[in-house]
């Protein structure tokens, strides 16, 4: 159904090509197969991962403990054991909502404006927002356990927090490394969209390149990045596998205690690599307590204020939201299944989705300008694209786990490859697929700011402009009524999504889905 | 078989002449529409082993819950060897740890193994080095151990998770992390409901004579049959005490009435 949105978009397309660019884009494709070798190109494109990965591991690394922390802080079962009531975990909740309504590119810039450029930005831009999101998941897994165990314990007399660190802690665990692996790999792609808006790494290279056409090297950059995203998917991938295992009853369990020494030294050994590398970066958070002066505020221009065309900022903002949305909700299982008869086509599918998963939506945007004129439905092609690669792989991973023997049935009598699938594997998935679309929509929200460069985007793209033209007021003004919106569409996707769920069969499935996946 | 000699030993029993081990007057409590208790009194000595029969939502669980402090009650006094629940965590805490309680869904841990579990009773007596070590490390071996061998399980369940035991044996461990917490009091919520018939009588017999004097039992029970080890038999109907005696003293007219469908 909401593939039905490729309807208005296509028939809108040809009005917005403005021709002159198909050549680049030819040139883009054909550059794919001949990246530059050039030593010195390569050996940027690494340096540029090299501080691109750092960015991301860090930030990554800072998010966690915070989330973590915050997140126990922030949990009603936590409260209530140790104080006998869930209040203080409400409030906390509340305060935090507010830095995770704000991307971590819009933490990003404010801190550039505020401290210059240091390597140390990208970092707290990325553990701020991250940190704050981590927190409210961590706190909805503690909340959402069963506290039959650590009554027994607290009413053997065991103390409040070893009570809550037994009871809780082991079948919170692989549900937090799970989730954790996940965030790593988001870390890498903000890393990289965090470059895109010249906070180094590779990032900047990728824009650099494609600005001044250099495809040729662009490509370098991109191979290295597929390669890298590549690795740390199937490492993460085996280490889930290995920790997090939901499907625990059906293998061999290691002894839990063998786990956690293993855990352990994990921590321990990530300990000396994130001081090496914040050294090597030269990360220096003393950094964050030079402010630079900032150019004189000025009294606020309440007149100009009022003069922004509110309406029509936000409107634009929910209509690419919805845009981007349906098109990656709808078409990912659009293309699974028009692929469906060919093993080839899917591993094309598959390809194509990796890219759209690394490849940062503004330069998706950047490149769709060569052809397209700029406008909310060429943002909403970027930013769609890059949510469908993330939201493909999720169903394609739900699909290869989920029940084959109906789709079988259908098959021997007679069906369909196509028709096999949309009715034995992705009717049962539907719900809990839609639930996380729309979770997903809930971020495209936030995100939808990465594609404003590309112009007359409603907030995004205002924001941009105040930023860079240091108009104070407006910026504030803008980034409240941002939050302020993002924090509505989190409360209406939370709602959809409870909707989807509980009408839906309570299997892990659909939990693991809504729940986890963030 | 299991060892039928036990005895109870170091629980530290009272220097004072000993008060009721639990005492609860005039309990009430609330529930939906109706409640779920009303005007409990009950009193257990040490050494007396009680059972508690009733059909099904008679307020057996409620009662037992209120009798180990999980849920306070709306109305009335709990006391344990004579104090009110202390105010003061670390005192509350020391009370909790004299009141062993075998829980209808066992609550163990399912991920961490059986040394963990049983060490898990420790907790009070732990600070948090040693809480934490316990889910990195076996620790205290020797005694859990010997709590499994009373149990007659096999010592190399140690380090199974206990979520990959069978039913039975996974009775039996929760039984066992009770013998590790050493408590005065034991509450026991129908911990025999889904054995078989053999198994069910062993650990009856087991936890009879581990109640002896300065312990004491307080077991809810579906089987009027097995009543016999017990020294006395209180008979719950609608969150109300029908009647509280010796066994030997229970007839059939008693029980015809317990269990008679209300109206």
Redesign the interface.
């Known amino acids: 159904m909401p593939a039905l949105v490729l309807i208005p978009v296509l028939l809108g397309l040809p009005q917005l090509v403005h021709g002159g660019g198909w050549e680049l884009i030819g040139q883009f494709a054909l550059a794919a197969a001949q990246p530059s070798l050039d030593p010195a190109v390569i050996q940027s494109v690494i340096s540029g991962l090299g501080t691109t990965a750092a960015m991301a591991l860090l930030g990554w690394a800072g998010s966690m403990v915070l989330g973590v922390g915050l997140g126990v802080a922030s949990s009603r079962t936590v409260w209530r054991t140790v104080l006998g009531h869930g209040a203080p975990a409400d409030l906390i909740r509340k305060l935090l909502a507010i830095p995770r309504s704000i991307h971590e590119l819009l933490w990003g810039l404010l801190l550039l404006q505020l401290v210059g450029l240091e390597p140390v930005v990208a970092v707290v831009a990325i553990a701020i927002p991250f940190g704050a999101l981590v927190a409210r998941v961590v706190s909805d897994l503690i909340d959402a356990l069963p506290t ?2 650590l ?9 409040a ?3 809550l ?3 809780l ?3 919170l ?2 549900q937090l490394l799970s989730y954790s692996s996940y965030r790593l790999e988001c870390a890498l792609r903000s890393a990289t969209l965090l470059g895109v808006f010249g906070l180094g790494g590779l990032g900047t290279e990728l824009r650099l390149t494609l600005q001044s056409l250099n495809f040729r090297e662009l490509w370098s950059g991109l191979w290295v990045l597929l390669a890298a995203m590549v690795l740390l998917e199937t490492l993460l991938g085996w280490l889930r596998h290995r920790w997090s295992m939901p499907n ?2 059906t293998k061999k ?1 290691m ?3 063998r786990q ?2 293993e855990l ?1 030294a994990l921590g321990v050994a990530l300990i000396p690599l994130l001081v090496w590398v914040a050294q090597s970066q030269q990360i220096d958070p003393g950094a964050l307590l030079h402010w630079q002066a900032l150019p004189p505020m000025g009294p606020p221009h309440w007149a100009e204020l009022a003069g922004l065309n509110w309406p029509s900022l936000v409107g634009n903002t929910i209509v690419l939201t919805g845009l981007a949305a349906a098109l990656a909700v709808g078409g990912a299982p659009l293309l699974l299944l028009l692929v469906a008869a060919w093993p080839l086509g899917k591993l094309v599918v598959r390809g194509i989705w990796l890219l759209a998963r690394l490849w940062p939506p503004p330069l998706t945007a950047l490149l769709l300008l060569f052809v397209l004129k700029p406008g909310v439905p060429t943002a909403a092609l970027a930013l769609g694209f890059h949510n469908l690669g993330i939201l493909g792989r999720l169903l394609l991973e739900c699909a290869e786990t989920a029940d084959r023997a109906p789709e079988q049935a259908l098959i021997s009598g007679g069906t369909g490859p196509r028709m096999a699938l949309l009715y034995g594997r992705f009717s049962a998935l539907a719900r809990p697929y839609l639930a996380y679309g729309a979770y997903r929509a809930d971020v495209i929200l936030r995100e939808s700011v990465v594609v404003g460069l590309v112009g007359a985007t409603g907030l995004g793209s205002q924001l941009l402009e105040a930023l860079s033209s240091f108009a104070w007021d407006q910026l504030l003004a803008l980034v409240a009524v941002y939050a302020a919106l993002t924090l509505l569409g989190e409360d209406l996707s939370d709602r959809a999504r409870h909707q989807l769920l509980e009408t839906a069969h309570g299997d892990d499935q659909s939990q693991e889905v809504g729940g986890a996946w963030r | 078989m299991i060892r039928q000699t036990l005895e109870a030993d170091s629980a530290g029993s009272p220097s004072h002449p000993s008060p009721a081990l639990l005492e609860l007057q005039g309990i009430d409590l609330a529930g939906k529409g109706q409640r779920r208790l009303e005007a409990i009194k009950l009193n257990i000595q040490p050494g007396e082993r009680v059972a508690l029969i009733g059909a099904s939502g008679a307020g057996k669980s409620s009662l037992l819950a209120v009798a180990n402090g999980l849920i306070k009650p709306n109305a009335g006094t709990v006391l344990w060897q004579g104090s009110p629940p202390a105010k003061s965590r670390r005192q509350r805490r020391r009370q909790q740890a004299r009141i062993g309680t075998l829980w209808q869904d066992l609550r163990l841990i399912e991920e961490l193994t059986v040394q963990q579990n049983l060490n898990g009773a420790r907790l009070a007596q732990w600070g948090w080095p040693k809480a934490l070590l316990n889910l990195l490390l076996p620790l205290e071996t020797g005694p859990c151990a010997a709590a499994l061998e009373r149990l007659d399980l096999d010592q190399a369940l140690l380090d199974r998770p206990v979520g990959s035991l069978s039913g039975g044996q996974r009775q039996r461990v929760a039984i066992a992390r009770l013998l590790r917490q050493e408590p005065l009091l034991v509450l026991a919520d129908e911990p025999l409901a889904s054995l078989d018939p053999r198994l069910a009588e062993e650990l009856l017999a087991l936890l009879l004579d581990y109640t002896r004097a300065p312990r004491a039992l307080v077991m809810s029970l579906h089987r009027p049959d097995l009543l016999g080890g017990f020294d006395r038999v209180v008979g719950l109907r609608a969150g109300r005490v029908l009647f509280d005696q010796p066994v030997d003293q229970l007839g059939q007219d008693q029980l015809t009435a317990l269990y008679a469908s209300s109206l």
Not at chain 1, 151 to 159: E, H, K, T, V
Request: charge should be positive; charged fraction near 5%; proline fraction near 16%.
């Open positions: 039959g165990n009554n027994a314990l607290s009413a053997a007399g065991a103390p927090g070893p009570a660190v037994t009871a802690g082991p079948p665990l692989p625990r009853f369990v002894a839990s205690g956690g020494q352990v």
